[in-house]
């Protein structure tokens, strides 16, 4: 049966009744995650039959709350010129895997897809650009917080961004990725800047060609957050109610 698009239901759910196609979606599927994140480019490799296990694994999400292996499944189907797969996607995540909720209408679409392209200095950026949003038109004008806006931001935000970055990093960035790493340093910011690479010695990491734009970055490196002005408004961040 052809949908809306023209295209056919096997294209947007692909459940193939071929030899060899069970036995590999349920290895994929029985494996664990630091496994299954080793065999993402061999089944890519293998051609239709490796893709057809990765969309239907990914697929298998679809009104549910998406972990990191399918964000990671999600950004290795993006970028590859094939005319099935490019129809899966756009059928079935037009805008990305993570469903975008915000309280207060703030369109998350355009980090979302930056993310996924591993695009992560243009995301940082972009970030912060969504949390002055949330705290309202002085801020965005401003284009900083201030400590004291932070605990007023909504928790639905607060985890959308963290979770977008949680997705596309292989779970390596994300606001929660930096507060366990500060709470396993019993809140000690001087390590935790060395520890994700923001400080050295007595030396601030120079923005932005300093840091390292790429997951080969320090677990919590990003997003960053000006310590220029002090530790209070990552403190705050921090300690948002959306973590109790």
Not at 48 to 54: A, I, K
Not at 90 to 97: D, E, R, S, V, Y
Not at 101 to 108: F, Q, T
Request: glycine share 6%.
């Amino acid at each position: 049966m052809n949908n809306l698009d023209g295209s056919s239901d096997s294209e947007h759910n692909p459940s193939p009744d071929r030899l060899g196609f069970g036995e590999l979606y349920n290895q994929f599927i029985a494996a664990s995650e630091k496994k299954q994140m080793q065999l993402i480019p061999e089944l890519i490799a293998q051609g239709e039959l490796g893709l057809e296990v990765l969309m239907k694994f990914l697929h298998q999400v679809m009104g549910d709350t998406p972990k990191i292996i399918h964000g990671t499944v999600y950004q290795a189907l993006l970028p590859l010129d094939v005319d099935v797969v490019q129809s899966f996607l756009q059928a079935n995540f037009p805008t990305g895997i993570l469903p975008l909720k915000s309280a207060k209408g703030v369109d998350y679409t355009q980090l979302q897809e930056l993310l996924a392209k591993q695009d992560f200095l243009e995301s940082d950026r972009l970030t912060m650009q969504k949390l002055c949003e949330l705290a309202g038109e002085a801020t965005v004008k401003r284009k900083w917080l201030y400590f004291t806006e932070v605990d007023s931001l909504p928790d639905v935000d607060i985890q959308t961004i963290n979770s977008l970055w949680l997705l596309h990093s292989q779970g390596k960035f994300g606001f929660s990725v930096q507060r366990e790493l500060w709470l396993a340093f019993n809140e000690n910011f001087p390590k935790l800047w060395e520890a994700i690479g923001w400080k050295s010695g007595n030396n601030w990491t120079r923005y932005p060609q300093a840091f390292t734009w790429n997951l080969s970055a320090p677990k919590g490196h990003l997003p960053l957050s000006n310590q220029l002005r002090g530790v209070q408004v990552i403190k705050a961040v921090f300690s948002h109610p959306t973590w109790k």
